[in-house]
């Protein structure tokens, strides 16, 4: 992963981005104004792994260009795409959220660029918002369920 210069005409592309998702609809926007100048920009090639199953986890992103794979696992050996995820679409909110190592493995489908914010980042949103935090943990938990019953 290669960091990038992130401007004002991309930090505001992510703030649009950031409203229209469920997981951030409990912030404000003074709340959300807040992470913005905390949010790095990040390139991968295609092929490149952001991050590999049973890895802690120490970011979350949300894809602004590109294309990602949500890989799973299975039997030790077996991995399998369970989802691909585009522009606007986030990952790596669970392993953040209760402390447990990645769930899955997210390797770019295509030349990608991710917005990236920290864990010690992305925590200071969460105890910022005490009802948000319970609302991007109940959303968390939901997709934490879908992708283990995956088939």
């Not at 649009?16 to 926007?29: C, E, H, N, Q, S």
């Not at 807040?34 to 295609?46: K, T, W, Y």
Request: aromatic share 10%; net charge positive; hydrophobic share 45%.
């Amino acid at each position: 992963m290669k960091r990038l210069e992130l401007g004002d005409s991309e930090l505001g592309i992510l703030a649009g981005m950031l409203r229209k998702t469920d997981f951030f609809a409990p912030l404000t926007v003074g709340q959300l104004d807040r992470i913005l100048p905390q949010v790095l920009l990040f390139s991968c090639a295609a092929g490149e792994t952001v991050f590999k199953q049973g890895a802690a986890g120490d970011a979350f992103y949300v894809v602004y260009q590109g294309r990602v794979e949500v890989r799973l696992r299975r039997w030790g050996v077996f991995s399998r795409t369970v989802a691909t995820l585009g522009p606007g679409e986030f990952f790596g909110e669970s392993a953040l959220i209760s402390d447990a190592p990645r769930g899955a493995t997210i390797v770019c489908a295509e030349p990608t660029r991710l917005f990236t914010l920290t864990a010690a980042d992305f925590r200071f949103v969460l105890s910022e918002n005490p009802a948000a935090a319970a609302e991007m943990r109940r959303i968390a938990a939901q997709r934490r369920f879908v992708s283990a019953h995956a088939s």
